[in-house]
């Protein structure tokens, strides 16, 4: 079921992407340091946006005005993503020492044409999120390296976008295999699977109770950075929620020579801790 859906869904973009013309790094780039300014103003008008954009925080469409971008941030540490063959960026925000604390994570589409942002939306986690803890994510973030593949060392697209998505039917199937490298790290909420033993393989997710069909992926993808970062539900996970439900979650990986160095993972609860 999932590779069908995923089989599909490589169609779609193959079709969507003949039409949607590239953007530079350099303009996405752009539009990523211009979220970061926006955020920690609390002023989404310092991005360029165009007059449709649309914005939604945990799959909930919102007025901009409202959403958690229009309140003043202090932002401890980011890194971003860039996609110019689908013209979209991402940022992770890590918000420690803000008044209110949060990690956020934000995917926009761009127009190729005037470089102007259309669609924002955002993983926003903060205190009762899944094992959230901001001071915990900025201590590790800072410890990783994320740095430019060396152009000779880059997987593709298709390489990063498959480990991405085998780490994610892994969850639903515990037989099926995933690329994870001998040093492999995961960034849960603000837990370090890597605390103990940074060069390890820490990343073997545990067999769940009941298949985790996380569904409804939307990527944005860096060859340079070897990283994608995938939108995706995360079912069974809130006790309150009929199991088959989704909350919102999303998980940015680094793949290293085709392997899986490092997955940030943040998820949204609906009572503290998802009642777990
Ligand atoms: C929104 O505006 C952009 C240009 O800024 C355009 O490329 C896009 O097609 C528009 N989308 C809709 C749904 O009208
Ligand atoms: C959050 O993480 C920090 C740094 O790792 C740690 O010192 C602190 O005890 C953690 N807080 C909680 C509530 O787990
Ligand atoms: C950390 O893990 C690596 C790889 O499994 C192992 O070779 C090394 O001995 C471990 N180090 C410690 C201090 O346990």
């Known amino acids: 079921m999932i590779h069908l859906h995923t089989a599909l869904f490589g169609i779609s973009l193959g079709l969507v992407s003949q039409v949607i013309a590239e953007c530079s790094r350099a303009t996405l ?26 914005y939604a925080e945990n799959d909930t469409p919102m007025d901009i005005k409202t959403g958690v971008i229009s309140q003043t ?3 401890d540490f980011s890194r971003s993503l860039h996609d110019t063959v689908e013209c979209a960026a991402f940022t992770e925000i890590t918000a420690a020492t803000s008044p209110h604390p949060y990690v956020i994570h934000t995917r926009m589409l761009v127009a190729a044409a005037d470089g102007r942002v259309t669609a924002i939306e955002s993983v926003v986690t903060d205190e009762g999120d899944w094992v959230f803890n901001a001071t915990g994510h900025l201590y590790w973030t800072q410890q990783e390296n994320w740095n430019p ?10 390489t990063i976008q498959a480990a991405a998505d085998a780490y994610l039917d892994q969850w639903a199937d515990s037989t099926l295999p995933v690329p994870l490298g001998t040093s492999c790290a995961r960034l849960e909420g603000g837990m370090y699977t890597g605390e103990r033993n940074a060069s390890a393989n820490t990343c073997r997710m545990p067999s769940f109770p009941t298949p985790i069909l996380a569904g409804n992926r939307r990527y944005v993808i860096d060859e340079a950075l070897g990283a994608v970062d995938v939108f995706n539900g995360f079912p069974w996970l809130e006790r309150t929620l009929p199991p088959e439900e989704a909350v919102p979650s999303s998980n940015m990986v680094r793949v290293e020579r085709g392997l899986i160095r490092y997955v940030h993972e943040i998820t ?3 009572t503290a801790r998802c009642g777990r």
């Open 149 to 158: 593949i060396p152009a000779d060392q880059r997987d593709s697209r298709e």
């Open 73 to 75: 941030i202090t932002i």
């Open 268 to 270: 949204v609860c609906v």
């Open 29 to 54: 780039q752009e539009v990523t340091a211009a979220y970061v300014r926006a955020q920690a103003a609390g002023q989404p008008g310092l991005l360029n946006l165009a007059s449709n954009v649309s």
